[in-house]
C-alpha cells in the first residue's frame, strides 16, 4: 500500500489544477510504485472546500496519475483507492445540518 494525501493547498484556488510546486511529487509517486506491485490510497484531506470540488480533485489527479503509469508501460496494473477525510466529519453543508 502506498498512500498519496492531499489537501487544498496543493491545489489552484478554486480549480481542479495542481500547484506548480506539487507537480514534482507525482513523478516520486510513479518511481515508487514502480518498485514493487501496490495499490494507491489517494486521500484527500478536506476542511471547507466544496464537495464537488473536492470530487473533481480526485478524479482529475487520479485520471493524471493513470494516464501517466499507462504510458510507462509497467509490470502490473495499477489500483487506486480515492478517500476524502472531513476535517469537520462532513461536508461543510452536512456538517452544519448535524450542528442544527
Not at 495542481?18 to 513523478?27: F, K, L, Y
Not at 514502480?34 to 489527479?61: C, I, T
Amino acid at each position: 500500500m502506498v498512500g498519496l494525501d492531499v489537501a487544498d493547498a496543493v491545489f489552484e484556488p478554486g480549480t481542479i489544477e495542481m500547484r506548480p510546486q506539487w507537480r514534482p511529487r507525482i513523478e516520486l509517486l510513479l518511481t515508487e510504485l514502480q518498485k514493487a506491485p501496490s495499490v494507491l490510497r489517494l486521500s484527500y484531506v478536506a476542511d471547507v472546500e466544496d464537495e464537488a470540488l473536492v470530487n473533481r480533485r480526485l478524479d482529475a489527479l487520479k485520471r493524471e496519475i493513470m494516464t501517466a503509469w499507462e504510458g510507462m508501460d509497467c509490470c502490473y496494473e495499477l489500483v487506486i483507492e480515492p478517500e476524502i477525510f472531513w476535517r469537520l466529519g462532513a461536508p461543510p453543508e452536512q456538517a452544519r445540518e448535524a450542528d442544527k
